[in-house]
């Protein structure tokens, strides 16, 4: 078929085109002075100009107008953010016992707190010291808080937070952020608000132990400032460190929030603190809201006092709670009843020495020896404490030797090849079959490596690899063996034979014979 010619009454503003006429379809063809693109439909064509020219005419909406305006407001300030992190360690020990009416340090309190320390690569100090924190609160039976203020039992230390981390595309690829201190302190009582006017005080976890982790006011994005919280939250249950995470109430934050002019002011803006946040969502959204009520106030001519604030989840604003004049505030004193904390070097690289792998490590090994994508490795690493993690290699090793007793290969080349492929096949199985049929029985279930144990999905695996079954059989037989009852004790191959469900290889008579017989 020839081709049809240009039309001579496009404009050049629309672009060089011509028609195609391919059987019974018509396409339009845009020309390019550099590149040509792909043949695109004449319908699209037409719908995309008239969409691109509605866009162009249309006014902008006054939230559109608004948000404009506030994105140029807030490139003119900067934002710094510091931490204070409060996590319950995993002991059964309280931080002291009473002996002789005298305060006495227990000593599997500090077990947790180093291991925490190193996984933050902080410096253990040899020699630190308690303070006591004073302060009336209903929380605080006492009237102070034992706490390590100047002398705490490790500082300096860092993190570094990746892209993959979730850190805001201002920071780059990745940020550190240093930490300044972590120490050792007394848990105070749960307050259990009773709206519209009571509250009820939970006394069970007053005297547990706590480290606070303070970091270097090094955040300057709410997206990092909630990232950091998630890294610091996985390096501690990496370590084995904390009871349990935010979600659980065993881990909370305070942040500090300041502002000031870009370019204008030298030191940082009067800070303030939002206490006890309990989730990762609600640190970035209460240091949003914190900086733009201090942007508005400054703007405006005002002044930002010194407070401290709350914040509750899903409101738009942060609330005075108490006036805030820092350390003074809580007239800090050396503890008179409590001696020195000494920690030796010795029990500093006994513990450090016995640490697990840390999760950027794990992660790393995982795309660049087992070739699973970024995120298959994050979600791996994150899922159940660790305990998916383990449930994945438990199966890689169980196929490894049900490959290695079916083969008699000597190239290492080869073996390494089909390794990495297996173990990606598995991880498949292991987050995404496997993980959909936890999420379809209910978006709570728990993880149990029972329910499937590991050389069952091993077995299956390794029939599908050998075409003794297919795809779709596979699946139908993880299914059977996820929802079997306690009493069903067959293995895979059982339930593949009682289904029937063996790939039967054909010869080539038998084949032809069934040809013929169509």
Same mark, same amino acid.
């Given at each position: 078929?020839?081709?049809?010619?240009?039309?001579?009454?496009?404009?050049?503003?629309? /672009? =060089?085109? !011509?028609?195609?006429? !391919?059987?019974?379809? /018509?396409?339009?063809? #845009?020309?390019?002075?550099?590149?040509?693109?792909?043949?695109?439909?004449?319908?699209?064509?037409?719908?995309?100009?008239?969409?691109?020219?509605?866009?162009?005419?249309?006014?902008?909406?006054? %939230?559109?107008? %608004?948000?404009?305006?506030?994105?140029?407001?807030?490139?003119?300030?900067?934002?710094?953010?510091?931490?204070?992190?409060?996590?319950?360690?995993?002991?059964?020990?309280?931080?002291?016992?009473?002996?002789?009416?005298?305060?006495?340090?227990?000593?599997?309190?500090?077990?947790?707190? +180093?291991?925490?320390?190193?996984?933050?690569? /902080?410096?253990?100090?040899?020699?630190?010291?308690?303070?006591?924190?004073?302060?009336?609160?209903?929380?605080?039976?006492?009237?102070? %808080?034992?706490?390590?203020?100047?002398?705490?039992?490790?500082?300096?230390?860092?993190?570094?937070?990746?892209?993959?981390?979730?850190?805001?595309?201002? =920071?780059?690829?990745? +940020?550190?952020?240093?930490?300044?201190?972590? $120490?050792?302190?007394?848990?105070?009582? #749960?307050?259990?608000?009773?709206?519209?006017?009571?509250?009820?005080?939970?006394?069970?976890?007053?005297?547990?132990?706590?480290?606070?982790?303070?970091?270097?006011?090094?955040?300057?994005?709410?997206?990092?400032?909630?990232?950091?919280?998630?890294?610091? $939250?996985?390096?501690?249950?990496?370590?084995?460190?904390?009871?349990?995470?935010?979600?659980?109430?065993?881990?909370?934050?305070?942040?500090?929030?300041?502002?000031?002019?870009?370019?204008?002011?030298?030191?940082?803006?009067?800070?303030?603190?939002?206490?006890?946040?309990?989730?990762?969502?609600?640190?970035?959204?209460?240091?949003?809201?914190?900086?733009?009520? $201090?942007?508005?106030?400054?703007?405006?001519?005002?002044?930002?006092?010194?407070?401290?604030? *709350?914040?509750?989840?899903?409101?738009?604003?942060?609330?005075?709670?108490?006036?805030?004049?820092?350390?003074?505030?809580?007239?800090?004193?050396?503890?008179?009843?409590?001696?020195?904390?000494?920690?030796?070097?010795?029990?500093?690289?006994?513990?450090?020495?016995?640490?697990?792998?840390?999760?950027?490590?794990?992660?790393?090994?995982? &795309?660049?020896?087992?070739?699973?994508?970024?995120?298959?490795?994050?979600?791996?690493?994150?899922?159940?404490?660790?305990?998916?993690? =383990?449930? !994945?290699?438990?199966?890689?090793?169980?196929?490894?030797?049900?490959?290695?007793?079916?083969?008699?290969?000597?190239?290492? +080349?080869?073996?390494?090849?089909?390794?990495?492929?297996?173990?990606?096949?598995?991880?498949?199985?292991?987050?995404?079959?496997?993980?959909?049929?936890?999420?379809?029985?209910?978006?709570?279930?728990?993880?149990?490596?029972?329910?499937?144990?590991?050389?069952?999905?091993?077995?299956?695996?390794?029939?599908?690899?050998?075409?003794?079954?297919? *795809?779709?059989?596979?699946?139908? &037989?993880?299914?059977?063996?996820?929802?079997?009852?306690? =009493?069903?004790?067959?293995?895979?191959?059982?339930?593949?034979?009682?289904?029937?469900?063996?790939?039967?290889?054909?010869?080539?008579?038998?084949?032809?014979?069934?040809?013929?017989?169509?």
């Amino acid at each position: 078929m020839g081709r049809i010619p240009k039309p001579e009454h496009l404009s050049e503003k629309t /672009c =060089d085109l !011509y028609v195609d006429r !391919y059987h019974s379809s /018509c396409y339009i063809k #845009k020309i390019s002075r550099v590149t040509a693109e792909p043949n695109v439909p004449f319908r699209k064509q037409l719908k995309d100009e008239i969409q691109s020219k509605r866009q162009y005419e249309k006014p902008e909406t006054p %939230q559109k107008s %608004q948000k404009r305006a506030g994105d140029e407001l807030l490139s003119q300030w900067e934002l710094t953010v510091g931490l204070e992190i409060h996590a319950q360690l995993n002991t059964e020990h309280k931080l002291f016992s009473r002996e002789s009416y005298q305060n006495t340090f227990q000593r599997g309190a500090l077990l947790p707190a +180093v291991r925490a320390a190193l996984a933050l690569g /902080c410096h253990i100090q040899n020699r630190s010291h308690f303070d006591r924190k004073h302060y009336f609160y209903a929380d605080q039976p006492a009237g102070y %808080q034992i706490t390590q203020y100047y002398h705490p039992f490790a500082t300096v230390g860092a993190i570094t937070l990746h892209h993959h981390d979730g850190i805001a595309s201002e =920071d780059g690829r990745s +940020v550190d952020i240093g930490i300044k201190q972590v $120490q050792l302190e007394q848990d105070t009582a #749960k307050t259990v608000l009773q709206p519209p006017s009571e509250a009820l005080l939970d006394f069970n976890r007053v005297g547990h132990p706590l480290i606070e982790i303070i970091t270097l006011p090094q955040i300057h994005h709410p997206q990092t400032a909630a990232a950091c919280v998630k890294k610091i $939250q996985a390096l501690l249950q990496a370590v084995n460190a904390v009871t349990t995470g935010m979600e659980l109430g065993g881990l909370r934050a305070d942040v500090n929030v300041s502002v000031r002019r870009k370019g204008v002011d030298a030191a940082l803006g009067q800070r303030t603190e939002i206490k006890n946040l309990s989730s990762i969502k609600a640190v970035e959204d209460a240091i949003v809201a914190e900086r733009d009520r $201090q942007i508005a106030i400054l703007t405006n001519g005002g002044t930002i006092e010194g407070e401290t604030r *709350g914040w509750t989840l899903g409101a738009s604003d942060t609330v005075k709670l108490r006036g805030k004049e820092g350390e003074v505030d809580y007239r800090y004193m050396p503890d008179p009843d409590l001696g020195p904390l000494i920690i030796g070097n010795d029990l500093v690289q006994s513990i450090a020495a016995k640490l697990p792998q840390l999760p950027d490590q794990t992660i790393g090994e995982l &795309v660049q020896e087992h070739g699973l994508t970024l995120k298959d490795a994050k979600t791996l690493v994150a899922l159940d404490d660790g305990e998916r993690l =383990d449930y !994945y290699d438990s199966i890689r090793h169980e196929l490894a030797n049900l490959r290695t007793q079916s083969t008699n290969s000597t190239n290492t +080349v080869e073996q390494d090849a089909d390794q990495k492929k297996s173990d990606v096949t598995v991880a498949n199985w292991v987050l995404h079959q496997l993980g959909g049929l936890l999420r379809s029985t209910s978006p709570s279930s728990a993880f149990s490596p029972a329910t499937v144990p590991p050389k069952a999905l091993a077995t299956l695996l390794h029939h599908l690899a050998g075409n003794r079954i297919t *795809g779709r059989t596979a699946k139908q &037989v993880l299914a059977e063996k996820f929802h079997a009852d306690n =009493d069903d004790a067959r293995d895979i191959d059982a339930i593949i034979t009682d289904g029937r469900l063996w790939l039967e290889q054909m010869s080539d008579e038998e084949y032809e014979a069934m040809a013929r017989g169509v």
